[in-house]
């Protein structure tokens, strides 16, 4: 009911509608219409109530809305103004959600990035969101899945603002030599069978500013670009590629153009890179990207190795990449 009232609302934007409109619309009184009004408004919603004439919806500029999501992407999309961690949402009902389900919040109270290290989330200012997954493939196949939202992200930013983004393997894009998103994949399951992935991903879109110690390695999209970036066009825009890829890769097995891209925009392919194990560090050269999405590399003493993205870090000679 609550989810209609917001169409109804949303669709009749430029007018008030008054509660007895609702009322009968629904068929339901106008204590429970003005109940689900106080709950959107607690979800953060702008809704105007006056007396006599009714509410009206007010959407800010680049508020992302889950009903205008859910429309055009045709999936089960929650958005919060503020959580813990999408990625820990998911976690928390993933008997219940459906496969597919996404996930955005306004800021993270607690985000998390990989190796247990937080993950910046300021208020409206990037694109927090995680999407709850159950495909049929073993624990090695779901180092793919990262691959594929790596691949997805780099082509929508670069579609959406032309700026050239490029994939420090495994899980990290950058433009310009700095870090503009992470992705946090987190599977749940045996070795021949998972139960679910949950995918986490973290773009500083409008972000206008970082902290001393972030600014060496990160940036967003609107200090590279120097104008605001819409959250809503990346975030479908991204959605669209990620299902798209997604969809190939569990229904016909393809990966192929997923990986032209992880090859095509990798930051790391050919350059001297330090590979980074707990306390332990050897230099050596990124050779290849396999379609399994394991990193080829070339130590300095000639000794070859097959690296899985959940074992290591990745760093540039001369700082992130
Ligand atoms: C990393 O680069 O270390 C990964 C960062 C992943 C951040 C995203 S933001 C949405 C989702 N929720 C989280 O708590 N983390 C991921």
Redesign the pocket.
């Known amino acids: 009911m609550k989810e209609k009232i917001l169409e109804y609302l949303f669709t009749h934007q430029e007018e008030f509608t008054s509660g007895e409109v609702l009322r009968k619309k629904f068929n339901v009184s106008r204590t429970a219409i003005w109940k689900h009004i106080k709950t959107l408004k607690e979800e953060g919603y702008q809704i105007t109530s006056i007396s006599n004439k009714g509410y009206q919806l007010q959407i800010e500029e680049d508020q992302l809305v889950s009903y205008e999501l859910e429309k055009i992407l045709g999936k089960e999309i929650e958005v919060f103004q503020s959580i813990?961690?999408?990625?820990?949402y998911l976690k928390r009902g993933m008997q219940d959600f459906p496969d597919k389900k996404m996930v955005l919040?306004e800021e993270?109270k607690?985000?998390?990035?990989?190796?247990g290290?937080d993950?910046y989330?300021p208020k409206g200012a990037?694109l927090?969101?995680?999407m709850l997954l159950k495909p049929k493939i073993s624990m090695q196949e779901s180092f793919k899945i990262t691959g594929i939202a790596a691949a997805a992200v780099a082509e929508a930013i670069e579609e959406v603002t032309g700026l050239p983004a490029k994939i420090k393997w495994p899980?990290?894009i950058t433009v310009n030599g700095k870090?503009v998103?992470?992705?946090?994949t987190e599977v749940s399951g045996e070795m021949d069978k998972i139960n679910y992935l949950i995918v986490?991903?973290?773009i500083n879109v409008n972000t206008p500013d970082f902290s001393a110690d972030l600014k060496a390695m990160a940036t967003s999209l609107y200090l590279e670009k120097k104008e605001k970036i819409s959250r809503k066009d990346l975030f479908v825009t991204l959605a669209k590629k990620f299902f798209y890829f997604y969809d190939d890769f569990t229904e016909r097995k393809n990966l192929q153009e997923v990986h032209g891209i992880l090859e095509g925009r990798s930051a790391i392919l050919g350059k001297e890179i330090f590979v980074i194990r707990g306390e332990e560090k050897k230099q050596g050269m990124a050779m290849a990207i396999s379609e399994d999405g394991f990193l080829k590399v070339r130590y300095d003493s000639g000794e070859e190795e097959v690296l899985s993205s959940g074992e290591v870090s990745v760093r540039g000679l001369e700082g992130y990449l």
């Open positions: 813990d961690s999408t990625n820990n919040s993270q607690q985000g998390r990035g990989r190796l290290r993950w989330s990037g927090f969101f995680s899980n990290d870090k998103c992470g992705i946090l986490g991903i973290g």
